[in-house]
């Protein structure tokens, strides 16, 4: 049985990646493909207060436990369903509810953090990085955290200042160079996802 196929997507908060996911995702349709993201293995921290909670910072690799997504993905890669946690950012904490997965030929693991563990590079087949300019990307954080994740916008902005900028300036963009491809712009440069959907089809033999 041959291994599993693991795509590495990674890139700043806000730069698009899960768009490009979820792009890449849809293009295999008809393939046996999965999404895993980074963000589902923040760490339970359902034994602190919600105010010690607050002053986490979200953009540091302490801050998950990539031990357990590193076992499951091993388990993945044995052909193993997994339970994926789930995350609830309202409550800055794991949810009691995880989401069954069963196998895949193809792992689409996504994360801002991802390419910063050679743990996980070593893990896979093609590691990418979408670059978006920091305006943008602040922009798409502020409307995302505040409609979907129930985020002040005073909030946003502090968090952004004190820790994501500051995070991603120190952990996030340096591993921009572990990359083997670079997508400027995010989503909206189809030259780049067209090129790399053409490298997983050749990997993986789709008909697609």
């Known amino acids: 049985m041959r291994r599993p196929v693991i795509i590495g997507v990674s890139g700043g908060s806000g730069s698009g990646k899960t768009s490009v996911s979820k792009m890449i995702v849809d293009s295999f349709v008809n393939h046996s493909i999965m999404l895993i993201q980074h963000d ?44 994926i946690p789930v995350y609830d950012y309202a409550e800055h904490t794991r949810s009691a509810e995880v989401i069954h997965q069963e196998p895949r030929d193809v792992i689409i693991l996504e994360g801002i953090l991802i390419l910063e563990d050679k743990r996980l ?62 997508i400027p712009e995010g989503a909206s440069n189809t030259v780049a996802i067209d090129l790399l959907k053409t490298k997983i089809q050749s990997i993986i033999g789709s008909d697609n």
């Not at 986490?56 to 499951?72: C, G, I, R, S, W």
């Not at 979408?130 to 502090?158: A, F, K, P």
């Open 121 to 182: 590079r070593d893990l896979m087949d093609i590691k990418t990085y979408v670059d978006t300019d920091d305006d943008v990307r602040i922009i798409r954080r502020i409307r995302r955290d505040t409609v979907e994740r129930g985020r002040s916008l005073d909030s946003v902005i502090n968090q952004y200042l004190n820790y994501v900028r500051p995070a991603h300036h120190q952990f996030v963009e340096p591993s921009k160079r572990y990359a083997d491809i670079i």
């Open 40 to 83: 589902s293995y923040y760490k339970d921290q359902s034994e602190v207060t919600f105010e010690e909670r607050l002053k986490v910072n979200y953009d540091h690799p302490m801050a998950f436990e990539t031990e357990l997504l590193l076992k499951q993905l091993e388990d993945l890669l044995n052909y193993k369903a997994i339970d």
